[in-house]
């Protein structure tokens, strides 16, 4: 007989397998094959957020990649059209710090002397080398995208839509330059701006020196304010002191001023309230300093002086400290900012001049000492910022950065955030929050390969900003030969000339925050404004070379604009989410994207954070070549989104040996197909019950699956997945053996249809699984991979409801029968009289099943009456309540004198007691075994005659030769000849039921024997 069915071999290798399916893909075109096949459906816009293209893709890459991929790969199977179109981040720090590392330069003066347009070569080759390597790991985990046009956010095309944005935002006077206190990092040489830093993981326990010092006041003999400080470099920037004005000072004998509440223990010569401390002078710490020449040091109130902490005293220091600076612009305070980009302190700091923050503590303490200012020095260690980009513990330094106003823009993004769909739901608050609470953005980085921010300030006053390359060319006065691309050095040597006065004006040599690179891809990508298509429109600038990418016209963007979806981690709530409403809400007025699913971290299996340091760190790659991209993509999409995803290997085997439930079923039905010669749809079949009940379940298992990947919701299409492959493993083909072996045309049918179409409804989570069975399963007709065949239909006959709970009735009793047993030691082989069955409906239709499967000999619908019903007093309630009454109640409850009453209650020895105060217990009698749950009961009788034994006996001998066969690896037709130690003459009583299951074409017998036998006849 010619093989139909590729047989499997008993388990899946799923590296292996997914090879294989790759290559086939590749090779026969599948995905091309798909999109044409969608092309002009409906389409479903989905907006990939750009990943940096600057390491190896990571685990949490995986994560988001694997649901991206699921719910494209959903939305094409229903005949959704898609743009698929990847995209790489590929300018700003990020790629910064990794090329100085991997060029060993550890300064911005390293860099510069590197020389910039060398150092950007650097960048985008490494930019190009990672997008590679990042495209074939998503390739390996079986993320379907259009790989040769993904966009670059460092091409020209991407830039020029980033001016134009910025040029809006002038127009509307939002953009400013400003002076103003931000988070520095010395290293990198930037600021950082408030969504960049905002993380946990970026903050660090931090040792610091802990100073308590004196500040003379002027006029007032020896009398001075001690104030706290944790950073010592501040000090030679002092001038003011700031005190509560509500609270309590008190002095000491000694002469220092405190708040009383931080010196509980003190004795104070004298108390006021700190409004009377107010406008006082005093002598700073180092006014020799030149930078401290002309400064008045005095006292200034401030509610928000912390009384948990310090003195109660606190030193301000306006150049260096964001709420400082703040206070500075209340009280009119000169702002002496004492360190450089570097932070090593400026000339004008006398011996402190050229030491880095680090090194100042050390003589400050010294000096303070001689001076004998230094009440105490000690260190404290205390969470502390770190740049996110390279770990150096931050400072506080008042520069000039731009900005964009968040003011008139607030309301309008919550409003458009208000449109858009959030799952998990949560989140949409958690965006609401950060929209509140944002302030400006600050755009600008004072670094080298970033987005050339286009403003051109002139000495006149006017603030030029280029919208585009093509008023930049207009406008030039020079430079546009050697302009190979809009990036730094290049760009720098083009000036233009001023609009309000003609002077030639240079560009500022920032450059931009790279969330304006990923925020403006909704419209850099699908040309926004663009008059007409421009084939390899986005491959400009740093991006030649590297894609295809086109610049399409604006019909087309309105047709994709806005994403129907977006899925990103949550922390992109504070960076992509927001930088790309921020963006579309400013040029357009609406949210992009009408619907979101966002998820959390990946921790290990034991719910700690993964760290290289801990050996318990996973690689991607290490995770797709040891338990394969199906798996992994399993594990991600079985877990709730709002969790952090727990991942491991030993969560990678329970997957695999769940999915051998499917596996085994598959395998069980190609083997009896080959042995029948089945060929699926070939004739039509009459069903039988059990049949129909699969086709129906098959129907409620697709409308369930629709829903989860209708609502993004992956843990309910596993749940539903599950669920199914129970009922068709471990009950329609457990039920339905005997017919498998007789060949049953509708049998094999039904499952045929039923592995099928969980075959295709579990694609889109683990294709290559499901592409491999597909090919062995399919019918002849059938598309020849499982993404080009479309999203199963529902059956004809529709789901039968009455059908699916009289089945699902049943399968509970045949649970409890099987706990009762359980329960009684009897092992399910073991043939029984009777089983009584109580509080059931419909499943006394399927009487046959029940008795089959549980091994009776009859089954009773009705009232089970073999239960002991034993009550006990609940002695916590009902002890303090009827007092030395309880002896009586308890005695007459334990011989079973009690009568129910109206409401559950019980009459008993002439008190009523209430449900609550007695706690009811049901138990079988001798001879039965009972099991009950929500109200369905049933009872087993465990007596055991002879008849009943024998039966036991001969089912064990049956169960032991079937072994015997699969370990002699006999084929499923092939007869035998059975061999029975002597001493099984007696079940020779049942000699035609045995041959019948184990294929027997004789049974023998044989003194002496000690095992049966079985050979090939
Ligand atoms: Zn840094
Ligand atoms: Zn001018």
């Known amino acids: 007989m010619a093989t139909l069915f590729e047989p499997l071999p008993g388990v899946p290798d799923h590296p292996a397998l997914e090879r294989e399916v790759l290559q086939w893909w590749e090779r026969e075109r599948i995905f091309e094959q798909m999109r044409e096949l969608n092309r002009g459906g409906p389409p479903f816009s989905f907006m990939d957020g750009p990943i940096t293209a600057n390491n190896p893709a990571g685990l949490h890459h995986g994560h988001g990649r694997t649901l991206k991929d699921v719910f494209q790969r959903y939305k094409a199977m229903r005949g959704f059209d898609g743009r698929y179109q990847n995209g790489f981040d590929c300018q700003g720090l990020h790629v910064e710090v990794e090329v100085e590392k991997s060029l060993g330069l550890n300064s911005k003066r390293e860099i510069e002397a590197y020389g910039l347009a060398e150092f950007a070569e650097r960048c985008k080759e490494r930019v190009a080398h990672f997008a590679g390597v990042m495209t074939e790991q998503s390739k390996r985990l079986g993320m379907w995208m259009d790989w040769d046009n993904s966009y670059y956010t460092f091409s020209d095309t991407n830039i020029e839509y980033i001016w134009g944005f910025l040029k809006t935002v002038h127009e509307r006077g939002w953009l400013y330059e400003g002076l103003r206190s931000t988070q ?45 400080t944790t950073t010592p470099w501040t000090l030679p920037a002092n001038v003011a002191a700031a005190v509560h004005p509500e609270a309590e000072y008190g002095l000491t004998e000694a002469g220092e001023w405190w708040a009383v509440e931080r010196r509980p223990d003190a004795e104070f010569v004298r108390r006021v309230r700190g409004e009377e401390l107010v406008g006082l002078e005093y002598e700073g710490p180092f006014d020799e300093l030149e930078a401290q020449n002309g400064v008045v040091h005095r006292v200034i109130p401030w509610a928000d002086v912390s009384m948990t902490e310090g003195t109660g005293i606190v030193h301000i220091a306006p150049g260096a400290g964001t709420e400082d600076f703040e206070l500075a612009g209340l009280h009119e305070l000169p702002v002496l900012v004492p360190i450089d980009e570097s932070g090593r302190m400026l000339p004008g700091y006398g011996p402190f001049e050229g030491m880095s923050t680090d090194q100042v503590p050390g003589p400050v303490v010294d000096e303070l000492r001689r001076r004998g200012r230094l009440v105490e020095a000690g260190t404290i260690v205390h969470r502390y910022p770190t740049c996110w980009r390279c770990g150096t513990p931050l400072l506080f330094r008042v520069v000039n950065d731009w900005f964009i106003s968040a003011a008139e823009i607030r309301q309008p993004l919550l409003d458009a955030n208000a449109t858009v769909e959030w799952t998990p739901p949560q989140y949409k608050k958690r965006m609401d929050d950060w929209l509140r609470n944002m302030g400006d953005w600050n755009i600008s980085r004072k670094r080298y390969f970033g987005l050339p921010l286009p403003f051109y300030p002139c000495s006149c006053g006017q603030l030029n900003v280029v919208g585009s390359r093509a008023e930049l060319e207009e406008r030039a006065t020079r430079g546009l030969d050697g302009l190979k691309e809009l990036h730094r050095p290049w760009i720098d040597d083009v000036p233009i000339r001023c609009s309000a006065c003609q002077d030639e004006v240079l560009r500022i040599p920032e450059v931009g925050d790279a969330w304006l690179d990923a925020g403006i891809v909704h419209f850099s990508t699908l040309g926004w404004q663009n008059a007409e298509w421009s084939s390899g429109g986005n491959a400009t600038g740093a991006a030649r070379g590297l894609t295809g990418a086109d610049l399409p016209d604006h019909a087309y963007w309105e047709k994709w604009f806005r994403a129907d979806w977006v899925s990103e981690m949550r922390e992109q709530i504070r960076l992509w989410f927001y930088s790309t409403s921020f963006m579309a809400v400013t040029l357009e007025g609406r949210s992009p994207y009408r619907s979101v699913l966002t998820y959390e971290k990946v921790l290990d299996e034991t719910g700690r954070e993964m760290h290289k340091s801990w050996g318990n760190a996973i690689e991607l790659n290490e995770a797709l070549e040891r338990m394969g991209a199906d798996v992994t993509r399993w594990l991600v999409c079985e877990q709730a989104p709002s969790q952090p995803l727990r991942f491991g290997y030993g969560m990678a085997d329970d997957v695999k040996r769940r999915l051998l439930t499917l596996w085994n079923s598959v395998k069980f039905f190609l083997d009896y197909a080959e042995v029948a010669g089945f060929e699926p749809g070939g004739q039509p079949v009459s069903l039988q019950p059990l049949d129909r009940w699969l086709v129906a379940r098959g129907d409620a298992f697709l409308a ?13 299409v596993i749940d539903a997945v599950e669920s199914f492959v129970d009922d068709l493993s471990n009950w329609y083909i457990r039920r339905s053996r005997r017919r498998f072996w007789n060949e049953d045309a509708a049998a094999l049918e039904t499952l045929q249809r039923a592995l099928v179409l969980t075959i295709r409804v579990i694609a889109p989570v683990m294709p290559f699984l499901a592409e491999h069975l597909w090919r062995r399963l399919r019918a002849a007709e059938a598309a020849e991979s499982v993404f080009l065949a479309g999203w199963p239909e529902s059956g004809a006959e529709g789901a039968d409801g009455a059908l699916l709970s009289e089945m699902a009735e049943v399968r509970r009793v045949v649970e409890l029968g099987r706990q009762a047993r359980a329960q009684a030691n009897v092992k399910l082989r073991q043939p029984l009289r009777r089983l009584v069955v109580q509080g059931v409906d419909g499943a006394s239709k399927h009487e046959g099943e029940i008795r089959d499967e549980l091994r009776v000999k009859e089954v009773v619908f009705g009232a089970v009456d073999a239960v002991e019903t034993r009550v006990k007093p609940n002695l916590p309630l009902l002890g303090p309540r009827l007092g030395s009454a309880l002896v009586d109640v308890r005695r007459e409850l334990a011989e079973g004198r009690w009568e129910e009453r109206e409401g559950g209650r019980l009459a008993v020895a002439g008190q009523v007691l209430e449900p609550e105060e007695v706690l009811v217990e049901r138990a079988a009698p001798a001879g039965w075994a009972l099991a009950e749950d929500d109200g369905v009961t049933v009872a087993l009788t465990t007596e055991l005659d002879e008849e009943l034994r024998l039966e036991g006996r001969v089912l064990d001998v049956i169960h032991e030769l079937n072994g015997l066969r699969r370990e002699a690896g006999l084929e499923l037709s092939d007869r035998v000849v059975v061999t029975l130690p002597g001493g099984f003459d007696e079940l020779l009583r049942h000699e035609d039921w045995i041959k019948r299951e184990v294929l027997a074409v004789r049974i023998e017998l044989r003194e002496g024997l000690e095992q049966p036998r079985v050979e090939k006849a």
């Open 184 to 228: 520095w990092c010395p290293r990198c040489g930037t600021s950082l701006s408030k969504h960049e830093q905002a993380g946990e993981e970026n903050y660090r326990d931090v040792e610091h020196p802990s100073l308590f010092v004196r500040f003379p006041l002027q006029g007032r003999d020896s009398e001075s304010l001690v104030i706290w």
């Open 704 to 716: 369930a699956a629709e829903q989860q990947y209708e609502r993004f919701w992956t843990p309910g």
